[in-house]
């Protein structure tokens, strides 16, 4: 015996093989990757043409798919080349390259090496037929195991996930987590995601993008990128401009407002959402949009209907404005008069004017005063025309004098509460322990109202930070300048005074706090979650009001955006799928 290995010579006449010296067992039998393996020429031979079928031949591509199970980019077909070959590699060190023979006990040599070469030959066979078989399109046999195609194909993208997050574009420091607008137009799309939204980047960046990183930057305390941006920002700002630019040049002035403060006295476009130019400018937005027209008109028909079967109606308005609202309520109930049946007794109508001298925005004082004696008269004046007994009277009262007594409320009237956009003036607890809003609400449920009538803008102004609500005003005011194109004319004047009062409402919302920030909007749950803790409950706005809405929106002539949703109850309208003001009735 030769110390580097043992030769011997085969059983059957064939040449012996040599393989490296290993330890016997202790019955003899050489065990473990080194010992003697007698096999013969032939078999070897044909052994390695088995393992050449298999891993030399070259698969043909099935060609009958119409299209690859999911597609790959040019990256993903990469991730996927090399998980392939990981698979192949796992695949082929599954398979048996060599064997471990035993020497025979009872049996001959040749039997057993004849029976286990036929059996290995038979494996074999098989799963190459499930490998290379272009005919099988149900499973393929890997290993033992079978994967159907669709289970395949989640293995692949299960390989191929992994490198995802190294090819998706990350989120630079400067590029803002806001998302912009729905409706956002392509001439203000964001940044791109590769690059930074900073002014030093090479890409170009949309302007509505560009102001909702200005106001991160603020919120931030990053004053010096906040100049920067407003210093480019001012470039493409145009208040004569399309909506874009007469937003950016809006949003602008309210970012300078919000870094720049104004001295506390001092008067300004910010803080004078209270003068009388204001709110004349206001009554106009409500008369050329049909946004807030509809809004005022789904308020007017829940009033009707609720106090359709009474003679005698009491409406109380929280803001009588100019009186447009009242207006168009008398006409429908005057209509509705001449169409009652000569038996019913004649309607009458009392309207009440409540005036907190408290609330900056209501119309108190001498002047105030002497506004709503006009109204009053332009009222009484167009009811008797139509044969309506009519009367108007006018309460100053603070919010906790209100009751029964001192609204000359009578028994056997039906009571009726108007708030149009009103509320979201009103301060909450976020500006006062009192907490006027609820306290107000709180009094006009212990007045036992038939029904209260409420519009308001649905927007998130209230009590979010500062990039959240200067991202909502963006979003709000975007597609309300958007809508004015459809209804007024870019250079009237009713448009230049809608859109300066717009841009104090604005600017209000954004750049003040405390008891100077008038615009205090909410969004509709909002709403409900505050009228529920007052003691309200949802008054179903059905088809006797969307049906007169809905006809009424589709009598507007240019009308290629707006939309009236109707939605649990409530009645929402809006400009390309964005609801801008939300009427709902509550009792």
Known sequence: ????????????????????YQQRSSGGVVVGTGGILKRSLTEMER??????????????QKTHLAAPIFPLSQADFSAATSSSSVLSSISSASMPNSFSWSFPSARSAVEIDSEKKSTMTSRLLELERHLLDDDDDEEISVSGSAFSSSEWSETMKSLISPLQPLLQPTMT????????SPTTSSSSSSCSSSS???PSSSAPVGSRQMLLDTA?????????????NIALLKRTANPRGDPDQRLTAMMVSALISRIN????????????????????????????SPCFKLGLMAANLAILEATKDHSKIHILDFDVGQGAQLASLVHSIADRQRHDSPSRPPISVKITAVVDP???????????????????????????????GLRFSIVNRRIHELDRSSLCCESGEALAVNFPFLLSRVADESVSPANPRDELLRRVKALHPLIVAMVEQDMNGNTAPFAVRFSEACAHYGSLLESLDATAGRESGERTRVEAGLARKAANSVARDGSDRIERCEVYGKWRARMGMAGFHPVQLGSAVAEPVKLRLASIRNNPGFTVREEDGRIGSGWMGRVITVASAWR
């Open 261 to 288: 403060p104004p001295a506390a006295g001092i008067s300004t476009p910010v803080t004078d959402v209270c003068s009388v130019e204001h709110q004349a400018a206001t009554q106009i937005l409500y008369e050329v």
């Open 1 to 20: 015996m030769a110390s580097g290995g043992l030769s011997g010579r085969d059983l059957r006449g064939g040449s012996a093989v040599q393989l490296p």
């Open 173 to 180: 420091a400067n590029q803002s987590p806001l998302s912009p």
């Open 358 to 388: 408290s609330f900056p925005f209501t119309s108190a004082g001498s002047a105030g005063s002497s506004n709503l004696s006009l109204v009053g008269d332009r009222l009484a004046n167009m009811a008797e025309r139509l044969r309506l």
């Open 47 to 60: 052994q390695q043409q088995i393992q050449q079928a298999i891993f030399l031949r070259s698969v043909k």
């Open 216 to 228: 991160t930057a603020i919120s931030e305390g990053n004053m010096e990128t906040a100049a920067s």
């Open 196 to 198: 930074s939204c900073s």
